[in-house]
């Protein structure tokens, strides 16, 4: 009998529509990713934001909402934060089509604490843990399969990267580490698309870098792999070597004649 005056209160919809509403409150908390400070421990977000302010907000603006010349950073996350920064594409030198890779410009704990910052402007993907990129916890040949599946089309069956349009290249893996593996594929900087957990799973993406982790510290059988870029330089190479073969006959029947 309760139960049914609950239902004819006036009250019962705003009741119902509170409950409903902090049921999905509660599943977005379990649900969202990550934040730096999830696998970061040491990070200082206070320090992050001197340092944002003094480096970044010019192109970013003060609150990281993005100005006319670059983008928003609200919800990118602390793992494409720690991405950019690792591996020195941020700040960016120049305006050019795409950020230029070069030695980082700040140390592994301001990254970790200018990450941690960002992290607080919107949830995105976390910094990855050590063992989620272990390549001692991948399989190369499962790997192989999917990196040949999504990615050797820019970067080379094996990872030694490739030319794309408009003045852009997917980068060699040849010196990635299996962090900024991972980040890339977690937060698709510049060209790259997004692999999210549904496209990719986590056990995937350690899996491709088991198989990237093999390339790097694999031996070539066949000789000097020249480059491993594929058919062009090879068949490049052995025109150079054709031609200069004929040319040395040439000159060894010019000497015989004389």
């Keep these: 009998m309760f139960?049914?005056?609950a239902r004819r209160s006036r009250y019962a919809p705003v009741v119902l529509l509170l409950l409903a509403l902090f049921a999905t409150a509660g599943v977005y908390s379990l649900m969202a990713p990550g934040t730096?400070?999830?696998?970061?421990?040491?990070?200082?977000v206070q320090e992050g934001e001197a340092l944002f302010e003094a480096n970044c907000a010019t192109c970013h603006g003060v609150d990281?909402?993005?100005?006319?010349?670059?983008?928003s950073l609200t919800g990118v996350g602390a793992a494409s934060v720690h991405f950019q920064m690792i591996t020195g594409?941020?700040?960016m030198a120049n305006n050019s089509p795409?950020?230029?890779v070069k030695p980082a410009q700040f140390s592994e704990e301001q990254i970790m604490d200018v990450a941690a910052y960002v992290a607080t402007l919107g949830p995105g993907p976390a910094i990855p843990t050590q063992d989620m990129v272990d390549p001692a916890g991948g399989d190369p040949a499962s790997g192989m399969e999917l990196f040949r599946t999504n990615c050797s089309m820019c970067h080379n069956a094996v990872g030694a990267g490739g030319a794309l349009s408009e003045g852009?290249?997917?980068?060699?893996?040849?010196?990635?580490?299996?962090?900024?593996?991972y980040e890339a594929m977690v937060t698709g900087p510049q060209s790259m698309p997004v692999f999210n957990d549904a496209n990719i799973t986590p056990q995937g993406k350690q899996d491709i870098i088991a198989y990237i982790d093999h390339q790097q510290n694999a031996e070539s059988v066949g000789g000097n792999n020249l480059g491993s870029v594929g058919p062009v330089v090879e068949g490049l190479w052995i025109w150079i070597i054709?031609?200069?073969?004929?040319c040395l006959?040439?000159?060894w029947i010019g000497a015989k004649k004389s």
């Design 3 to 5: 139960t049914a005056k």
């Design 36 to 44: 730096a400070t999830a696998t970061a421990g040491s990070s200082n």
């Design 64 to 71: 990281g909402a993005g100005t006319d010349i670059a983008p």
């Design 89 to 91: 594409r941020m700040p």
């Design 98 to 100: 795409q950020a230029e």
């Design 168 to 181: 852009k290249v997917a980068p060699s893996l040849m010196d990635s580490t299996p962090v900024e593996i």
């Design 242 to 246: 054709g031609i200069g073969g004929l």
């Design 249 to 251: 006959i040439a000159v």
